[in-house]
């Protein structure tokens, strides 16, 4: 059975930092695309961040350039999102998601979710 486990969300002031981790088990994520998303309350989910394989594309929403950055341990199997520099617009829940390729994730057409991990930014 194929998951993806979320860890590291939680409650921080803003400005602060936090470190979101997932671990994908069941398989081997060779040649996926892996990103993370996130959806605010009454909001429509949206894509933060995604990197292929290979590390030679990476993608980030306007809104977090600069304050994000995304890593993969592909020996580990494992997606982190880095989050500095945190605004109360950054609440949300937060899902790691893998698909064929980082375009395929841009159009929201994923393989495989997470069940999310909260993170909360208060003023």
């Known amino acids: 059975q194929v998951q993806l486990v979320e860890s590291g969300g939680g409650l921080v002031q803003a400005g602060g930092s936090l470190r979101l981790s997932c671990a994908a088990t069941?398989?081997?994520?060779?040649?996926?695309?892996m990103g993370w998303f996130r959806q605010a309350p009454g909001k429509e989910r949206e894509i933060v961040a995604a990197?292929?394989?290979?590390?030679?594309?990476?993608y980030y929403a306007d809104s977090v350039k600069g304050r994000f950055a995304i890593s993969r341990d592909n020996a580990k199997n494992t997606v982190a999102l880095q989050m500095n520099s945190l605004k109360p617009e950054d609440t949300a829940v937060y899902y790691c998601?893998?698909?064929?390729?980082?375009?395929?994730?841009?159009?929201?057409?994923?393989?495989?979710w997470g069940q999310g991990t909260q993170v909360t930014v208060s003023s």
């Open positions: 990197r292929s394989w290979s590390g030679g594309i990476t």
């Open positions: 998601a893998a698909s064929m390729s980082v375009a395929s994730l841009k159009i929201h057409q994923v393989d495989y």
């Open positions: 069941g398989r081997t994520f060779s040649g996926y695309g």
